[in-house]
Structures are given as C-alpha cells and as structure tokens.
C-alpha cells in the first residue's frame, strides 16, 4: 500500500513514543446509544478539530467544563508528543532575516506541515483551532512578495503567542509584523515631509475587517487619520533583515482625530498604541469579534442575543478572550447548534485523519489535497481570509470523497492507518455499520443512512471511506 511506505528512522522512532506515551487507539471506545448528537462529541468537533478515540474517553472521564477549562490555560497541557514531530522544521527556530537563507518552496512546506501536523497530534486542541481562526483573521497570503520570509515569526510571535488572550496585544502585535507590514504595504506608509499622504491600504484593512467591521461607523477621514498614526514603521533590507523599527524622519507627527477621539500631536511612535487602544476598546469591533466568534463555533448567522452578550463579555474584559469563549462554549445557542456548519476542507482533511487515529508526517502526498480542496494554509489570495460560509466549498466535494476513500483503503501516500485496530476498539462484530458512523459522528445513522451503508459497506476500508463521504461527516 502506498500508505504504508516506510518511515525514517527518527520517523519510527517518534512513532513508537507516540504510541506509547501520545494519542493512539484505545483497546475500547465507547459508543453512547443515544440517538440523539452526544454533547462531548459536539464539544470535541467545534473546540478541537475533531475527536481522536483517546479524547473523547478523556472528555467523558474528565466533564466538558473541566476540558474546556483546561484548553483555556495551554500551556498548562502536555504537549511534547507534538513538539516532537514538529521540531524538525528548522526554519521555525530562526530569525526572519535566517528564513532568507532558506528557498521559498522549503518555507512554504514548513509552515503549512507545521501547522497541520499541531492540528493532528496537538493535545492543545483549542488554541490550535484559536490560532486557524485568527490566521484568517489576520490573512497574510505568502506568495506576496517577502511574506514568506516573515511569516514564521508572525506565526509564532503574533498568532500563537496571542491567540487565547487580550485582543488589543493581538492586533499591535499585528500592526508590527513584519509579514503585516511587507502584506498590506505598511513599510511603505511615509510622511516625510508636507504634503506627503500616507498609505492607507493597512489602515483600510485595520478598520474593515481586523477591528470595527465594514459597517462598525468609520468613516473614509478615520481611514485616513488611521493611516497617519501607523507611519513610519519599516522593515530592515540589509543589516539584522526582517527587524522591525520606527523611523521618525518618516512618520506624520501632528493631531490627529480618529473616531472622535484626538491624538495630540508630538505623539511619535506612541501614536499606534493610542490608535489600537482605540479601535480595540471600541463597540463595534466587540460586536464584530463576536459575530466572527459566533460563525466559526456555532451558526453562519449570528442571533442578535448572543452576539450582544459576548460583546458585553468583551468590553468588560477589555478584549480578553478567555471570558468571551467561556461566555461562547456555555451558551445555550452553542449546544442548540449541532451539526449545522459543514466543515471547511483543512478541517474535514485534520478530522478525518484524527478520526482514524493515522499515522504520519505530513509530506506533500497529504498536504496537496487541501490545495486540490481550495484550503492549502496561508494561500488565500486576499486579506478576508478564507470564508466561513458553506457556498464556497461546495465545489471540493469530489476531492473530499477521493481523500476519503484513500484513506479508509490506507492508500494516501505518507499517511498510515489501523482501520482494522479501530473497528476492534469499537467492538464492531455484527454492528460495524451503526457503531463506525456513530463513533465518526456522535449519533446513530437514520434508518436511510443505515440502509445506504449496509448496501454499499462492502467492508471496512469502503464503508470509513463512505461515512467519511457522508452529509453527516462533512458537518459538524
């Protein structure tokens, strides 16, 4: 099988580890007989990115709440299993200017194997799903220009360092990303003398999609005004490269009014701490991260109630998003939602591999489906980021069932899995069909889809790969 090519030797040997200390199949998974969507599968498959066997007995042993409030505080988890496979990456430990001496390809291959593999193996599953989440938030595409070079350490610096806590160390974090900076033109927005008008393409985006929203009341002169409080950050091109500073000579120092609020003149680089307190701090843009929040977790159309609540949650708590994801997750609207959201193709592609418990390192074999799906990480083409909305991926439905059934045949080159391991843990005999597809999607088959998959099942590997291909399983 082309799935099960042979590893390296440090592959096997991480591998073994893995199995020993890290995620592997149980030798029992439970399947409750409720026929309705069990609550801590609900829970795994918007908090994490899927149930592994081993997660949803932890989530059931340990209580939902306790889970979640353990995911808030990552760094508190076990990670090294993860840490293991991802630290081969070398162009993850250097500085942006070091990532020069490395080809755009080989770059390009890092991160998004990186960013796969934590997503499979990670035990810090909320984060993970926290950082996809402000990835598009912030959408660097690093086929522009240098971003490639500089994305590493937006990656590590900007997203996962600030990706469960204040909103407004997220966004300066941002503003002063040299990936920001070389995406949205920022490094060029001078003011060097009179007359001079700044460049107002990050300032725009600023506005319209990172904090207020489209209709959060801005106007074309706070656009403008914005512009000139962010002047005069650049980037280094020759010595300590990839360094981010703040040049005076180039930098609009007089009044400014933004939103209705003044900035005293005299400012310096002052005045881009002013501006994100502003614009973090503001009404709209706690009522634009919700309805955001709320997309992603719950429903594609946010309900007026809970997006005023978790807006109040963050005001109050100055952006803190701790409090407005406990406030999300305990939502009545959160549990009334289930199954409502089709899964976008790195989601799918992560859950599925979760699901089987599959072995791998994540070479291009496995990474080029997402791009054939239209989700390959940090490709999007524009700052909006990929959508959330189900429209778009309609057209990656072949290629979904391609993957799907590859991966129950165990015939995805780089990936390995133990299907038959996993029909034994769920204890299968005589019910292989009901049990699989309520262990892959939290509730039993209608009397329809238990029809469809005992005439189609004609074994394991086609009947994961039919579930796999289901309505059902391309929801969550």
């Known amino acids: 099988m082309l799935g099960a090519l042979s590893l390296s030797a440090c592959e096997q040997a991480i591998s073994e580890l893995d199995k020993r200390f890290g995620d592997d199949i149980p030798a029992r998974i439970v399947v409750p007989d409720s026929v309705l969507i069990d609550d801590d599968h609900h829970f795994l498959s918007r908090l994490s990115f899927g149930p592994t066997p081993s997660s949803l007995a932890e989530i059931r042993e340990s209580g939902a709440q306790n ?156 656009v403008f005004e914005a512009a000139r409080c962010l002047s005069g950050y650049r980037v280094r091109e020759k010595f300590a490269k990839g360094k981010v500073f703040f040049d005076p000579a180039c930098h609009d120092d007089g009044a400014k009014l933004v939103l209705g609020q003044v900035i005293p003149a005299g400012g310096g680089e002052t005045d881009l701490n002013r501006l994100i307190q502003i614009v973090s701090r503001h009404p709209s843009t706690a009522r634009h991260i919700s309805r955001k929040l709320i997309r992603h977790f719950v429903m594609d159309e946010p309900t007026s109630g809970l997006t005023a609540r978790l807006a109040r949650v963050f005001l109050a708590g100055d952006g803190n998003m701790e409090a407005v994801l406990r406030e999300l997750f305990q939502s009545k609207e959160f549990f009334d939602n289930r199954g409502n959201k089709i899964k976008r193709p790195f989601r799918f592609l992560v859950s599925a591999l979760r699901a089987a418990g599959a072995e791998t390192f994540a070479r291009a074999p496995l990474y080029t489906y997402l791009s054939s799906m239209g989700q390959e990480p940090f490709q999007h083409p524009t700052p909006d980021g990929y959508p959330e909305e189900t429209l778009p991926w309609l057209g990656s439905l072949l290629w979904r069932w391609n993957f799907a059934f590859g991966l129950g045949a165990d015939r995805i080159e780089s990936v390995r899995v133990d299907l038959d391991g996993l029909m034994t843990a769920l204890g299968s005999e005589g019910r292989a069909e009901e049990l699989l597809f309520a262990f892959l999607n939290g509730r039993k088959p209608t009397k329809e889809e238990r029809f469809c998959l005992a005439r189609h099942g004609r074994n394991h590997a086609e009947l994961f790969g039919l579930i796999l291909s289901s309505p059902a399983f391309q929801r969550y």
């Open 67 to 222: 889970w979640l409030e353990r995911q808030l505080q990552p760094s508190s988890i076990d990670d090294r299993m993860a840490q293991l496979r991802t630290r081969r990456f070398e162009s993850r430990f250097v500085s942006s200017g070091d990532c020069f001496d490395f080809r755009k390809e080989v770059l390009r291959a890092d991160l998004v194997r990186h960013t796969l593999l934590k997503a499979i193996y990670s035990n810090r599953q909320l984060l993970e799903v926290m950082v996809n989440f402000w990835s598009d938030h912030l959408n660097i595409n690093i086929e522009k220009g240098d971003c490639v070079y500089y994305k590493t350490t937006d990656d590590l610096d900007v997203i996962r360092k600030h990706a469960l806590g204040k909103f407004s160390d997220l966004i300066r974090a941002s503003a002063t990303s040299a990936a920001m900076l070389e995406y949205l033109d920022g490094k060029d927005n001078k003011v060097e003398k009179a007359g001079d008008a700044p460049n107002e393409n990050y300032a725009r985006e600023l506005l319209e999609l990172h904090t207020l929203g489209v209709d959060g009341g801005y106007t074309q002169k706070d």
